[in-house]
Nanobody, 121 residues
Framework: QVQLVESGGGLVRAGGSLRLSCAASGNIFRIRAMGWYRQSPGKQRELVAIITNGGTTDYADSVKGRFTVSRDNAKNTVYLEMNVLKPEDTALYYC???????????????WGQGTQVTVSS
């Protein structure tokens, strides 16, 4: 089992900033990629940002230039720095990690419980 625990969501005014954190723990041998997805009511879950263990990143076009994803490999933790937030960034943000388990040797893909980000206009 691999567990992901998110923190850092909240309510912020448009133009403000928030920082999300997500720590992975459990039966982990190697994490290949960690990142963030978000889902708003009535919409599909979408990729926000993702980072590989080598540091390669990918962002949704809507957040490029405003959000920064980073990672502490030693702590199995991923961060999302969100700046110049807009009301349309309001969503439930989910942490995601994929990699290889220690016991069993198979691949895993795990999700966090989600943390709410609300941006008021």
């Amino acid at each position: 089992q691999v567990q992901l625990v998110e923190s850092g969501g909240g309510l912020v005014r448009a133009g403000g900033s928030l920082r999300l954190s997500c720590a992975a723990s459990g039966n982990i041998f190697r994490i290949r990629a960690m990142g963030w997805y978000r889902q708003s009511p009535g919409k599909q879950r979408e990729l926000v940002a993702i980072i590989t263990n080598g540091g390669t990143t990918d962002y949704a076009d809507s957040v490029k230039g405003r959000f920064t994803v980073s990672r502490d490999n030693a702590k199995n933790t991923v961060y999302l720095e969100m700046n110049v937030l807009k009301p349309e960034d309001t969503a439930l943000y989910y942490c995601y990690a994929e990699g290889l388990v220690l016991v069993g040797g198979h691949n895993f893909g795990s999700w966090g419980q989600g943390t709410q980000v609300t941006v008021s206009s």
